[in-house]
């Protein structure tokens, strides 16, 4: 049996709904335009994967968040990548020219998609 991914996409504004496909595994999406400072640590607290376009994720952030494992960044928001080695979260990166195609969040979810499946198969 395998585990409930919980993912949350903390400014998804870039994208509209007809943008991003259903990840092809079992799954609770949270999905907000924005998220302010005051909202990251309660909107992420549950979470195994954030998505972020712009909203920063700094060290203190991720010393809050014990369920994560993997962070995606789909635009210039700032994460501290030296906490995430720490804790072991891994962090992505959508390049540039992955979002400036036709189906940007198609990649996003092709993406998720192969993390969860990795982590799944290592047994994480």
């Known amino acids: 049996m395998s585990v409930k991914e919980r993912v949350v996409f903390l400014d998804s504004a870039a994208f509209t709904a007809d943008d991003l496909p259903i990840p092809g ?4 999406w949270s999905g907000y335009p924005e998220t302010e400072p ?3 640590v309660p ?3 549950w979470s ?5 376009h712009a909203t920063p994720i700094d060290a203190d952030a ?3 968040l014990h369920k994560l494992v993997r962070i995606i960044v789909t635009g210039p928001a700032v994460v501290d990548t030296d ?3 720490a804790r072991g979260i891994a962090v992505r990166r959508l390049a540039a020219h992955e979002t400036a195609g036709e189906m940007p969040g198609r990649m ?7 993390l969860v499946d990795d982590a799944r198969r290592q047994g994480t």
């Not at 595994?25 to 609770?28: L, P």
């Not at 195994?48 to 972020?52: D, S």
């Not at 996003?108 to 192969?114: F, G, M, S, T, W």
């Open 38 to 40: 005051a909202d990251l």
């Open 25 to 28: 595994f079992e799954h609770n």
């Open 48 to 52: 195994t994967t954030a998505i972020t």
């Open 108 to 114: 996003l979810i092709d993406l998720l998609e192969a």
């Open 83 to 85: 906490a995430c080695a």
């Open 43 to 45: 909107r992420l607290f």
């Open 62 to 64: 991720i010393g809050q």
